[in-house]
């Protein structure tokens, strides 16, 4: 019997991939290589169902023999293991981003003499397609949680952005742009407490209350399906924290970064301009026990953020505390620094990589805003976060169009400044 490989994600499994299986059981026996989340991540975002269900899915599928992992985008280290005498693909992959990944196909098949089938795209039907429509509707917080686990289990660097209202969440879901054949957007969203704060023209000093917070998110939740990080200030007494915890993981939040700080909040990047006082280690690890004993899941992160470099405590401070709040349980550490340069930050991922048992770290770079995100995972970081850009973007715009109308005492000159009335009225789906 002649061996015939196919690859697929096997995602939102419609005929178009029962149509290409059928095709190749004419050659021989089928063997499907399931694209692993990380192959799928490595060029555009994680699939809505795990590994495991795709598996599941693809091996009970009539004329499928065998079922196997692609561990990556190329096909060709599996290609070489199974020396097929076939490969199966539809004929959509001739032009586009997956051009390459076809001609690597052919060159390995050429060393054995194996072929590649290619049948007609079945027309009408497509996973960008389905993919888009399932999203539409939307997801549930039960997926929407593990998807921060997943992504730190099949990406290096994880991508977060902020969003303090719908229309930003919608950016966040929405924006992609296609690169290196890849497509390239955000991981998931950032809820600051200074962009929630700000945008309701509140000072980010914790008077924006839980329940106003969680209204924010509730309008983003509505209009995105990507994970959202929860910015839980300080996170309160330890017996108030039990309650933010069980409250964002029952909304499918996958993750609340805690800093260890005590008293009146000021915002970290004021650092010794204003008062601020750290919490004591042994306080801070009981927070965190306390809100790890509160969850109901093992799918919502507790981080814990460091402020010794921002109120200057020192290098070893901030690793003793790392290594503390480790041992009490947190998921990840965020290590936060306000230096325009980035030699602070960098001395502590090298230190902190010797950790044992460490966690993913998270890194906010604002100040150091130069630094490329390769540079970031070069030095071990795990998720990025972008913390107020988007804000910080649309505050000079929204004046300058303000003062534009005050000057000239009508909107004209402003125009080019705004997006079209047509364009504002059909942006959010359903407009119509
Ligand atoms: C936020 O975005 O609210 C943060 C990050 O906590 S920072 O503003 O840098 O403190
Ligand atoms: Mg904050």
Request: proline share 3%; with cysteine; net charge neutral.
């Amino acid at each position: 019997m002649k061996k015939v490989y196919v690859g697929m994600s096997a995602d939102i499994v419609h005929t178009g991939h029962l149509n290409i299986i059928k095709e190749a059981r004419k050659y021989g026996e089928v063997i499907v290589g399931v694209l692993t989340d990380k192959a799928i991540a490595s060029y555009k975002r994680l699939p809505f169902l795990s590994l495991e269900e795709r598996k599941t899915i693809i091996e009970n599928i009539k004329g499928v023999s065998e079922v196997v992992l692609q561990e990556t985008l190329d096909y060709v280290p599996n290609l070489k293991k199974i020396k097929p005498d076939y490969v199966v693909h539809g004929d959509d992959w001739r032009t586009g981003p997956q051009w390459e990944t076809r001609e690597r196909v052919l060159q390995a098949l050429k060393e054995w003499g194996g072929e590649l089938i290619e049948p007609g795209y079945t027309q009408g039907i497509s996973s960008t397609m389905l993919n888009a429509q399932v999203r539409e509707v939307g997801t549930t917080p039960g997926i929407r949680i593990r998807v921060l686990r997943r992504l730190l289990a099949a990406k290096g660097l994880i991508r977060i952005m902020e969003a303090h209202n719908g229309l930003t969440g919608l950016i966040v879901e929405k924006t992609q742009i296609k690169k290196n054949g890849g497509i390239k957007e955000f991981d998931g969203m950032w809820l600051s407490s200074l962009t929630d704060s700000v945008s309701k023209g509140k000072p980010d000093i914790g008077f924006v209350d839980l329940t106003s917070r969680m209204n924010t998110l509730n309008n983003i939740l509505e209009v995105t399906t990507k994970p959202v990080i929860f910015d839980g200030d300080s996170g309160g007494l330890a017996d108030h924290f039990k309650f933010m915890v069980r409250t964002l993981e029952r909304e499918g939040i996958s993750a609340v970064i805690i800093e260890d700080k005590v008293g009146a909040k000021r915002n970290s990047l004021f650092g010794t301009e204003v008062k601020q006082t750290q919490d004591t280690i042994e306080n801070f690890c009981e927070k965190i026990r306390a809100g790890k004993d509160a969850l109901v899941t093992d799918d919502f992160m507790i981080i814990a953020r460091i402020e010794s470099l921002i109120l200057k405590a020192g290098m070893d401070d901030a690793i003793k505390r790392a290594e503390a709040y480790i041992k009490a349980g947190a998921d990840a550490i965020m290590i936060h620094s306000k230096e325009k340069k980035a030699d602070e930050i960098f001395e502590f991922c090298r230190r902190y990589k010797k950790i044992v048992n460490n966690v993913p770290l998270v890194v906010v770079p604002s100040t150091y805003s130069h630094i490329t995100e390769e540079e970031l995972e070069k030095e071990g970081v795990r998720i990025v976060i972008y913390a107020n850009q988007l804000l910080r973007s649309s505050y000079p715009v929204m004046k300058k169009v303000a003062e534009s109308i005050l000057e000239h005492r009508r909107a004209w000159e402003c125009d080019e400044m705004c997006i079209s009335i047509k364009e504002i009225l059909t942006l959010i789906p359903g407009s119509k």
